[in-house]
T-cell receptor, first 118, second 111 residues
Framework: AQTVTQSQPEMSVQEAETVTLSCTYD???????LFWYKQPPSRQMILVIR??????QNATENRFSVNFQKAAKSFSLKISDSQLGDAAMYFC???????????????FGKGTHLIIQP | NAGVTQTPKFQVLKTGQSMTLQCAQD?????MSWYRQDPGMGLRLIHY???????DQGEVPNGYNVSRSTTEDFPLRLLSAAPSQTSVYFC??????????FGPGTRLTVT
């Protein structure tokens, strides 16, 4: 079974600065998907960014980018020009491309609470 | 296009009661899943479905039952509620192997 580890329970950053959230995962599969989800106090789960393992290029969505290191099984999220609205829980998630045996769903890390200091 | 909807938003049950959490999606997604979120934890998969009539267990299925008679709906049944089932429940759907889209969640308290 796959596991996802987020080693930073909480991070704090000044508004307008850059912050990086860490995520590592364990898998024996060669093809898979990785995601970062944001959960603000409203508790809605919002997709921030996705990465497909077969793609070597790191995904980017506006101020959000990832550093995907497949050999190291690392998938960090960089938030540039942090804004007050970025304050939330951030979850790293893994999805297998295969179905069956409980595999057809997301495996989540425990999350990182991001605080934005004005 | 409402996306993924869940009802109710909040629910309080007594131990031993049963109830059904409703989930519906209007995106014609084949895949639907139920997760629970407990304090300090990420979301954990309860049950999932890869299409109408097909369901399977996830990581924490005990005490829950699902069925999928239509593409749109995927209800989650609590057979005999226990305090350990106090949690926030999320329903999600997707087209295939990619990202899942989540409903707003149901906060359930079992006393």
């Amino acid at each position: 079974a796959q596991t996802v580890t987020q080693s930073q329970p909480e991070m704090s950053v000044q508004e307008a600065e850059t912050v990086t959230l860490s995520c590592t995962y364990d898998t024996s599969e060669s093809d898979y998907y990785l995601f970062w989800y944001k959960q603000p106090p409203s508790r809605q789960m919002i997709l921030v960014i996705r990465q497909e393992a077969y793609k070597q290029q790191n995904a980017t969505e506006n101020r959000f980018s990832v550093n995907f290191q497949k050999a190291a099984k690392s998938f960090s999220l960089k938030i540039s020009d942090s804004q007050l609205g970025d304050a939330a829980m951030y979850f790293c998630a893994y999805r297998s491309p295969y179905s069956g045996g409980g595999a057809d769903g997301l495996t989540f890390g425990k999350g990182t609470h991001l605080i934005i200091q004005p | 296009n409402a996306g993924v909807t869940q009802t109710p938003k909040f629910q309080v049950l007594k131990t031993g009661q049963s109830m059904t959490l409703q989930c519906a999606q209007d995106m014609n997604h084949e895949y639907m899943s139920w997760y629970r979120q407990d304090p300090g934890m990420g979301l954990r998969l309860i049950h999932y479905s890869v299409g109408a009539g097909i369901t399977d267990q996830g990581e924490v299925p005990n005490g829950y039952n699902v069925s999928r008679s239509t593409t749109e709906d995927f209800p989650l049944r609590l057979l005999s509620a226990a305090p350990s089932q106090t949690s926030v429940y999320f329903c999600a759907s997707s087209y295939s192997r990619g990202e899942q889209y989540f409903g707003p969640g149901t906060r359930l308290t079992v006393t």
